[in-house]
């Protein structure tokens, strides 16, 4: 690892000045100190922001907010987030281990790199880590990758849980910066990759993200479904966020959000039209996903996924709407 300075910081606008000035901000480090101890990432200053106190889960306008450090773990156990917005905590107990969840943060889980093996692997061309290098997941082993979003010069997928349920839900992030606080739709907060996978976000320099804020819950049932390799611990091959609401047999409003095969969370709201006045049924899933997965693009390796796509969306639609299999 190489040598950086460590700072803690003394309150919100001076995490502000130095991130500005293009210090790292630090809080769970679940990730950041993995890459830094590969020297992917090598920041020569170090902000400690777990002294700015943002880890309140608290309601606000029918919703609740949810500070930028609050634990992944104690945002899964609220009650109220049990309560109402069960596909949240479901997707975060989901992700990762116990240990992780207990240090990794709210903003920190957003903030992940979007990141593939090869991402890792110094030997390796990779665009998002030294751009311009190439992509050796194109024609590599890129089973784990998206088909979603992605360009020529990368294919990762994005890699959270949490974020995944939180765009379903229509979660806000409030930001606060040098020209003042802002809030953005978490789905916007993420760029595709397009020719510079570098740049994985619509902050602005010096920008800190204070909280996120969950509207008031949806009607209808939730559910967060995961296919991945293993039982736990490990990233999603495909997962999705489904929020369904049924009236008389039909479907009169549905949120779908995808994660494992998008560059970021994925989210498509001409699949969800697809839904509306459907009859409870195996055709309304098909149709879901007939428009879901017609922008997909495939890289040998994770062709797989479209098929897996489709298959969770039937799962899923079965539970969210009481349908039988
Ligand atoms: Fe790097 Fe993205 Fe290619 Fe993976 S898919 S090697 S992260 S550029």
Known sequence: MKLFDYHKATGLSDAQTKT??????IAGGTNLLDLMKLEIQTPEVLVDI?????DEIAEQDGGLRVGAL???AALAAHPLVRQRYPVLSRALLSGASGQIRNKATTAGN??????????????????KRAPGSGCDALEGRNRMNA????????????????????VALDAEVAVEGPEGARRIALEDLYRLPQDRPDQETTLHPGEVITAVILPPPPKGRQTYLKVRDRA??????ASVAGIVSVDN??????????????????????AEAALLGQAVGPQAAEAAADVLLADAVCHGDNAFKSALTRRLIHRALRELTGETA
């Open 232 to 237: 736990s611990y490990a990233f999603a091959l």
């Open 110 to 127: 957003l903030l992940q790199r979007t990141r593939c093996a090869y991402f890792y692997d110094t030997a390796s061309a990779c665009n």
């Open 70 to 72: 609050v634990r992944n």
């Open 249 to 270: 047999g039909r479907i009169t409003a549905a949120a779908l959000a995808f994660g494992g095969i998008g560059a970021k969370p994925w989210r498509n709201r001409a």
């Open 50 to 54: 777990n002294p700015l106190g943002e």
């Open 20 to 25: 500005a000035a293009g210090a790292t901000l």
């Open 147 to 166: 088909i979603l979003g992605v360009s020529e010069h990368c294919i990762a997928a994005h890699p959270s849980d949490m974020a995944v349920a939180m």
